[in-house]
């Protein structure tokens, strides 16, 4: 069954309270009785694997895949504009949720998820971009660490790297992960020099989390969030599966794509289709996979404890290929199911 602890996080991330029997949020939308009895219902068949997905094309595959079975008593629940299917991938019992895209919606659907229902841990999917040319698109890529890189401190044109920054000394801000400098991305010179750009520079900063095992309020300070040690450990056992080369008979990539165990992913709420960006991030955190969602799926298991792994197939180089369009357009499809072929092996390999 979920713990009493578990249960806490729901109630100061959503606002909830319980009157008249019911589940209320602040704007009267409710769970109502009859699903708090399905919620109990479920969790006494738990423990789950809890499935988290960014978009429905890329859950489409898996819930069409032979090796899903959906619970023919209890294929869904819909609670609070998210649905939870219940099923089993290769035998092993999980629950799948579809996010949307964006960080907030990934955390706010993972707190959802695990606040809710037995999980035993979270196993995220989907498709990125790809940060690192020497990898191709359909690898799917297994990141040790994730780091949310769209939290920035933005400086003050005419302060310079060894200025303090705004709240540095009182700890809340950082020079610790380094900053993207405006100034390094002009086209324009004058008399052969640089011109200032009065974007200056921005600073990455760390996540606040408050996790369940700590003081209330006290936050502790995120930047690179491991996934789970076992989980990876697990998961290079998948590194030689077999994955789909080719869109269709016409439409084939250079060579066969692979399962591959890098060092760092990144998300942020933003589309990256840019070649200067993408090569800043690969030179400064040594990312592959960027992504909108997963730091945000990260951060929130962080707090809550659970154990987290994350696979992302790589769709497009990003900023790269054509200069008429982005790859993504023509191989999504391809790397959508590569990631599902690569998590239902994964899922296969979990202890029941």
């Not at 960027?290 to 180089?317: H, K, N, W, Y």
Request: with cysteine.
């Amino acid at each position: 069954m979920v713990s009493h602890l578990r249960m806490a996080p729901l109630v100061g991330i959503l606002a909830l309270g319980i009157v008249a029997g019911m589940v209320k949020t602040a704007d009267g939308a409710a769970v109502p009785p009859s699903s708090m009895a399905k919620i109990r219902r479920m969790n006494s068949r738990g423990p789950y694997a809890g499935v988290i997905v960014p978009n429905s094309f890329e859950m489409s595959p898996l819930l069409q895949s032979p090796s899903f079975r959906s619970d023919p008593n209890f294929p869904y629940l819909d609670i609070l504009g998210r649905r939870f299917r219940f099923g089993k991938v290769k035998n092993k019992k999980v629950v799948i949720v579809m996010t949307g895209l964006s960080m907030l919606n990934a955390g706010i659907t993972t707190e959802l998820l695990l606040a809710l229902f037995d999980v035993k841990g979270v196993v995220h999917y989907g498709i990125a971009g790809n940060a690192n040319p020497q990898l191709q698109i359909g690898d799917v890529t297994i990141p040790q660490y994730w780091a949310h890189t769209g939290l920035w401190n933005w400086q003050r044109f005419g302060d310079g790297p060894d200025d303090e920054l705004a709240f540095e000394s009182s700890g809340d801000d950082t020079r610790e992960f380094g900053y993207l400098e405006f100034d390094d991305y002009n086209n324009a010179t004058r008399n052969g020099e640089g011109v200032g750009n009065f974007l200056n520079r921005v600073w990455h900063q760390r996540e606040e989390v408050f996790p369940i095992d700590g003081v209330p309020e006290v936050r502790q300070l995120a930047f690179w969030v491991p996934v789970d040690k076992s989980y990876y450990k697990l998961s290079t056992k998948i590194t030689d599966l077999k994955l789909e080369a080719c869109v269709n008979s016409s439409t084939c990539l250079p060579r066969t794509p692979r399962v591959v165990m890098v060092e760092r992913g990144v998300s942020a709420n933003v589309f990256v289709d840019n070649r200067a960006y993408r090569e800043f991030l690969s030179s400064k955190f040594n990312a592959t996979p960027i992504d909108m969602e997963s730091a945000g799926v990260a951060l929130v298991c962080r707090q809550l404890g659970t154990p987290f792994i994350a696979f992302r197939s790589l769709s497009d180089l990003a900023g790269g290929g054509s200069s008429l369009s982005n790859e993504a357009t023509t191989f999504a499809s391809l790397a959508a199911q590569n990631a599902v072929d690569a998590v239902v092996k994964f899922i296969s390999l979990l202890a029941s």
